[in-house]
């Protein structure tokens, strides 16, 4: 039967990636896209380019109200797409980044990061828990700045934390239902998030490409791949895992 793999925040960027990278192991995909339908329709002709089976659903990740209503439409798509009741991996990943220095940072920028990237992931997950098939998957995306310490994103470094501490109480209350629970935390990587700051300031890109082991900044091709292989029957037991993707940054 083939595997379908929910990923949010997928219309660009490392969502985007790992949602081919899916596809070209022969899975289908249902993805989430906040606000650019053309992006995220392009990605599914991208997927349908590569024989396999693609939705895509918009979700604001961090209204926390909207998820209920969400999980209806995911029912919908799986019965009419492929006539079943629930899908194998959920991969949270979407996200954004906000720079500020702890003395600068106000309370909406705070609670915008938090509702994201932890809020959002913790009420999420557990609105689709009873979709998630036994035996099934589910990966969170956190930063490699939970490990080593850049000023201007505590607060986004924070949520992350959390999301990782999330991850093993996952793994541990889910194993019963034979589901593996990782996260995936990349280094520094070449995409727009916080503004495409790592891959337009070439200063930045520099530093970080000398502080890593393997000389250079990561890409999306090296992050939706891993993804994609964390979910396959190979990985079948790694659990409750904080799986760093990075390059060998900051060692």
């Given at each position: 039967?083939?595997?379908?793999?929910?990923?949010?925040?997928?219309?660009?960027?490392?969502?985007?990636?790992?949602?081919?990278?899916?596809?070209?192991?022969?899975?289908?995909?249902?993805?989430?896209?906040?606000?650019?339908?053309?992006?995220?329709?392009?990605?599914?002709?991208?997927?349908?380019?590569?024989?396999?089976?693609?939705?895509?659903?918009?979700?604001?990740?961090?209204?926390?109200?909207?998820?209920e209503a969400f999980a209806g439409?995911?029912?919908?798509?799986?019965?009419?797409?492929?006539?079943?009741?629930?899908?194998?991996?959920?991969?949270?990943?979407?996200?954004?980044?906000?720079?500020?220095?702890?003395?600068?940072t106000n309370e909406a920028q705070?609670?915008?990061?938090?509702?994201?990237?932890?809020?959002?992931?913790?009420?999420?997950?557990?609105?689709?828990?009873?979709?998630?098939?036994?035996?099934?998957?589910?990966?969170?995306?956190?930063?490699?700045?939970?490990?080593?310490?850049?000023?201007?994103?505590?607060?986004?470094?924070?949520?992350?934390?959390?999301?990782?501490?999330?991850?093993?109480?996952?793994?541990?209350?889910?194993?019963?239902?034979?589901?593996?629970?990782?996260?995936?935390?990349?280094?520094?990587?070449?995409?727009?998030?916080?503004?495409?700051?790592?891959?337009?300031?070439?200063?930045?890109?520099?530093?970080?490409?000398?502080?890593?082991?393997?000389?250079?900044?990561?890409?999306?091709?090296?992050?939706?791949?891993?993804?994609?292989?964390?979910?396959?029957?190979?990985?079948?037991?790694?659990?409750?895992?904080?799986?760093?993707?990075?390059?060998?940054?900051?060692?």
């Amino acid at each position: 039967m083939t595997r379908i793999s929910l990923i949010t925040g997928a219309s660009r960027g490392l969502g985007r990636n790992t949602a081919l990278s899916i596809a070209r192991q022969g899975g289908d995909v249902i993805f989430t896209y906040r606000s650019q339908e053309a992006e995220a329709q392009a990605v599914v002709a991208e997927i349908e380019a590569l024989g396999r089976k693609a939705v895509a659903l918009q979700l604001d990740a961090g209204d926390i109200s909207t998820f209920e209503a969400f999980a209806g439409r995911v029912r919908v798509a799986l019965r009419e797409v492929w006539g079943r009741e629930n899908f194998d991996h959920l991969v949270n990943n979407a996200g954004h980044g906000d720079y500020a220095l702890i003395g600068e940072t106000n309370e909406a920028q705070f609670d915008a990061l938090v509702n994201v990237h932890f809020k959002g992931v913790y009420f999420l997950t557990q609105t689709l828990l009873p979709l998630i098939a036994d035996g099934g998957r589910i990966v969170n995306l956190s930063t490699g700045l939970t490990r080593i310490t850049y000023p201007g994103y505590a607060a986004y470094a924070a949520a992350k934390g959390a999301v990782e501490v999330l991850t093993r109480y996952l793994a541990k209350e889910l194993g019963k239902r034979g589901i593996a629970v990782n996260t995936v935390a990349p280094g520094a990587i070449e995409t727009d998030f916080g503004g495409g700051v790592v891959r337009d300031d070439p200063h930045l890109n520099k530093m970080f490409a000398e502080m890593t082991a393997l000389g250079r900044v990561g890409l999306p091709d090296d992050i939706g791949p891993m993804i994609a292989s964390l979910l396959s029957d190979a990985n079948r037991w790694v659990t409750a895992q904080r799986i760093e993707v990075s390059g060998g940054q900051a060692l």
